[in-house]
């Protein structure tokens, strides 16, 4: 039987709670381009913190995604929220 410990959203306001007192969290999602219709497998973060949000100016899917920053590497990257599978060695699913 598998077993989930968090509820995505519950991940995304922890998150946040993180990033706001200046820690980091961990992270796995699987990737997918929406503009290349295709996934480049799961994504590892070991250090992150989440990034100002687009604007739906910017990005027409803003709502359903994340923006971060991997504090190793300083590179931004973005995932869609749907597509998160793990954080802070939490395995997540969604409700």
């Not at 995505?8 to 007192?21: D, G, L, V, W």
């Amino acid at each position: 039987m598998y077993f989930c410990d968090m509820d995505i959203y519950e991940a995304i306001r922890k998150m946040k709670a993180k990033s706001e007192n200046g820690e980091t969290f961990t992270l796995a999602f699987m990737s997918y381009s929406y503009e290349r219709n295709k996934s480049e497998g799961i994504v590892k973060i070991e250090h992150a913190k989440l990034r100002k949000q687009s604007s739906k100016e910017d990005n027409r899917f803003a709502d359903y995604m994340l923006n971060l920053i991997d504090m190793d590497t300083l590179e931004y990257r973005s995932c869609w929220q749907l597509l998160l599978m793990e954080f802070d060695g939490n395995e997540l699913e969604l409700n």
